[in-house]
């Protein structure tokens, strides 16, 4: 019997939302988890496989002592939303920068960013072709905070096609345990498949760099599925459960909608609520 590989996994933005759901699982033999964010993740106490670290992305410092024995990183801490240019750019662009740079000078080998579907916002479903959305879709951000995640995609594939890194940016749907609105039915992310997209990002044989959609399988679905295939990730879940909750036309999304939603008329600049 072999020994299970040793990881040593560390989070950036621990804390939010898709963090917490991340570490909500049993211990994995072998695998310990550096939890770094601006306030500890809740309902990790006690846990001998979860060591928590509290500081920012923007100290670098900070960070490259986070990076200590770390062997991959999860990169999902920044601004969540449309805010303030200057605070996108010093969070989401330099913040990333300096994680990267940190996981390059400590040798990790996998680096998964949490990239949005709002780095191709403007693309609309009348626009998808028959296969679905390329996952490699050029770049359409509908807001400053979707170029910032633009940026960082070209910002990971950078550091990987120069060093020895291999990338996964994954472009997230809309990740909460149920969806919060009709219109999200088409781009829901389950848990339990955000757990094991990562988990194929960091363990299978993938190519140097690879753009993924961050979507379960879902029936009204139109955001390609063959990124998830290039790294070994079937999702499961599908949102089709949670349909009836809403009326038809909250449901309706005309071919012109854009996949940003609502991001694709909010005002540059202008923090969201």
Not at 18 to 47: K, M
Not at 56 to 73: K, L, P
Not at 151 to 157: F, H, K, Q
Not at 252 to 272: I, K, N
Request: proline share 6%; aromatic share 6%; charged share 25%.
């Amino acid at each position: 019997m072999t020994d299970a590989p040793s990881r040593t996994v560390l989070i950036t933005g621990a804390a939010g939302q898709v963090g917490r759901i991340l570490l909500d699982r049993p211990p994995r033999i072998g695998w310990r988890y550096v939890a770094f964010d601006l306030d500890e993740p809740e309902g990790v106490e006690g846990r001998d496989d979860v060591r928590c670290i509290v500081g920012s992305i923007a100290d670098a410092e900070a960070v490259r002592q986070a990076m200590t024995g770390v062997t991959d990183v999860v990169h999902l801490a920044g601004v969540s939303s449309e805010d303030a240019w200057s605070r996108i750019l010093d969070i989401n662009v330099d913040g990333t920068r300096t994680v990267l740079e940190a996981a390059r000078d400590a040798g990790v080998g996998r680096f998964v960013l949490a990239s949005s579907n709002h780095a191709a916002g403007l693309w609309t479903r009348g626009e998808a072709p028959a296969g679905g959305l390329p996952d490699d879709a050029t770049p359409r951000p509908d807001t400053f905070y979707g170029w910032s995640k633009a940026a960082a995609e070209d910002l990971l594939r950078l550091f990987c096609e120069r060093g020895d890194m291999r990338g996964v940016a994954v472009r997230i749907g809309h990740c909460f345990p149920e969806p919060r609105s009709g219109q999200r039915l088409a781009i829901w992310l389950s848990p339990r498949d955000a757990r094991a997209l990562v988990d194929a990002a960091l363990e299978n044989d993938i190519p140097p760099f690879q753009h993924v959609w961050g979507v379960s399988a879902n029936t009204r679905g139109w955001l390609s599925s063959e990124g998830a295939r290039r790294i070994g990730f079937t999702p499961r879940d599908d949102s089709e459960q949670f349909a009836d909750r809403f009326d038809e036309e909250a449901i309706r999304v005309a071919p012109d909608a854009p996949l940003g939603a609502g991001f694709a008329t909010a005002p540059l600049g202008e923090a969201m609520g």
